[in-house]
């Protein structure tokens, strides 16, 4: 209760920034000199087009995974009318299909980057029972198992990074608060797969809980590797984007007529998105 307020009220934290504070802020006075490589994934839009943004205007080499190369193509423009340095690089990516999985890591790791930080974004929320190409209820497949075997596919890459430079690799997993939604009784794999008596609140809030527990897993296989990579899944705040219009029904419309004062904008996002501060802190600096 009493972090709901802060976060609301937007008291700074013991690091001296809040829910107020911008990403540029929290990155103002540090200036990576150590040739930062960062994948993220669903950039194309909201909060991860904001994080590419910030990253590459403090010096990361962005690369973005995405589904729309030209939407893709023109986040990258945009970025460099700001950042016209910026290094970024653009691979197809469809996180719901295993199989686009599999050839966006062969062309990644073909390009023999290093890479320090992996950024599990993209998210879709389906309010219709809708099935990826290999026959996996959507949100499950995009959300949760595309990150899973995107995550596995490059471990040993950032590991070999962490080695060879010294500097500790960051994973972070875009959850969601709607996480503690599932009832224990609820949190079943076979259903999700099934994708039987299908509620796409409930379809999402499973995935951002299976975001959580791969996280809670990875860390403690990591730590028993004795890896320099950390693992951390975080909710970002709630930020109007295209997720937040995708939530369409009575419930979840009132929900958010009555928190709409507190949602921030598109336009606000800019200003003070707070989940690109909290990964940015995570990712690079602390
Ligand atoms: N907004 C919030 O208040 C909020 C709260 C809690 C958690 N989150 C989480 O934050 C993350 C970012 O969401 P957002 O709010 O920024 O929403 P958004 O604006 O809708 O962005 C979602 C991004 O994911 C991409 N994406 C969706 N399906 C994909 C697929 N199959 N393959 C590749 N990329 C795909 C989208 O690409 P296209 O441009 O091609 O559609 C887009 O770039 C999500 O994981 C979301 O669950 C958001």
Redesign the pocket.
Known sequence: MKETIRYLAGIAGPSGFGSNSTAEQVTQQYSPSNNLTALI????????AETARVLAKRGVRVVIG???MK?AIKIREKIQEESPYAEIILLE????SLASIHRFCSEFLALELPLNILIN????YSHNLEFSEEKIELTFA??YLGHFLLTKMLLEKMIDTSNKTGIQGRIIN?S?VIHSWVKRTCFCFKDMLSGKNYNGTRAYAQSKLAMILHAKEMARQLKARNARVTINAI?????R????RAHKGLITDSLFFIASKLLKTVSQVRLSLKWTTIAIEFAVFI
């Open positions: 994934t669903g950039a194309t839009s909201g909060i991860g995405a589904r729309d939407k990516i469809d996180l719901s974004n993209a998210g879709v995009t959300n875009i969601s909710h970002p705040g709630i930020v984007t295209g997720i937040i």
